[in-house]
């Protein structure tokens, strides 16, 4: 079941912009995470937010949750041309009783940043 | 940092092939997935396993088993191979998480590519 669907499904901006990426999901959340794709590759996490929280920096990341509408958005600013990538929310959608929240992951912003 | 390895990059495969994915993560996590990935539909879990010898199945285990002998290694078994099987599959760990305390970020090994022909 898809819980995280994320907006754009894919982005296209100049070297310096500013990219913006937004994920919207059905239940309610502990965590909220974004990960990372480069082409071929597996994932990589890059932020993880609590759902007690509304925003959070990491670099050049920033990521909002507004727990109330069901979304979050990160922002990657001075976009350069390696942060072309596909991009995931993740949210944990039931914890299982033995120790560990299954994530479920949306379908990916794919962003494209042009040197 | 925590490395998750695959065992092949690239597999070719004949239907009705018996197909072994291996998996092998070296940070002492407790939990391991399997997921595949496709075109449109993105990460799909297809099994997890919270302790050696133990496994869930995720929202796909149709046409897969699992086995995880070691705490280490959890292997995902395509009993026989059908096309539409060709995919990506991806192997993550985490650390135990509590109910109060999750952090379950994930982590990810390269991915496999499998193609059955």
């Known amino acids: 079941s898809q819980q995280g669907e994320e907006d754009p499904q894919a982005l296209s901006i100049q070297e310096g912009e500013n990219a913006t990426m937004n994920c919207s999901y059905k239940?309610?959340?502990?965590?909220l995470q974004w990960y990372r794709q480069n082409s071929g590759r597996g994932l990589v996490h890059l932020i993880l937010?609590?759902?007690?929280?509304r925003e959070k920096h990491s670099g050049r990341l920033r990521v909002t949750l507004d727990t109330s509408k069901k979304s979050s958005s990160l922002l990657i600013t001075a976009s350069r041309a390696a942060d072309t990538a596909s991009y995931f929310c993740?949210?944990?959608?039931?914890?299982?009783?033995?120790?560990?929240?299954?994530?479920?992951f949306g379908k990916g912003t794919k962003l494209s940043v042009i040197p | 940092d925590v490395k998750v390895t695959q065992s092949s990059r690239y597999l070719v495969k004949r239907t009705g092939e018996k197909v072994f994915l291996e998996c092998v993560q070296d940070?002492?996590?407790?939990?391991m997935f399997w997921y595949r990935q496709d075109p449109g539909l993105g990460l799909r879990l297809i099994y997890f396993s919270y302790d050696v010898k133990m496994k869930e199945k995720g929202d796909i285990p149709e046409g897969y088993s699992v086995s995880r002998e070691k705490k280490e290694r959890f292997s995902l078994i395509l009993e026989s191979a059908s096309t539409n099987q060709t995919s990506m599959y991806l192997c993550?760990?985490?650390?135990?998480?509590?109910?109060?305390?999750?952090?379950?970020?994930?982590?990810f090994g390269p991915g496999t590519r499998l193609t059955v022909l």
């Open positions: 993550a760990s985490s650390f135990l998480a509590t109910a109060a305390e999750a952090t379950d970020t994930q982590y």
């Open positions: 239940t309610s959340i502990n965590n």
């Open positions: 937010i609590r759902s007690n929280e």
């Open positions: 993740a949210t944990d959608s039931s914890y299982s009783g033995a120790g560990s929240y299954q994530l479920t």
């Open positions: 940070m002492d996590h407790e939990n």
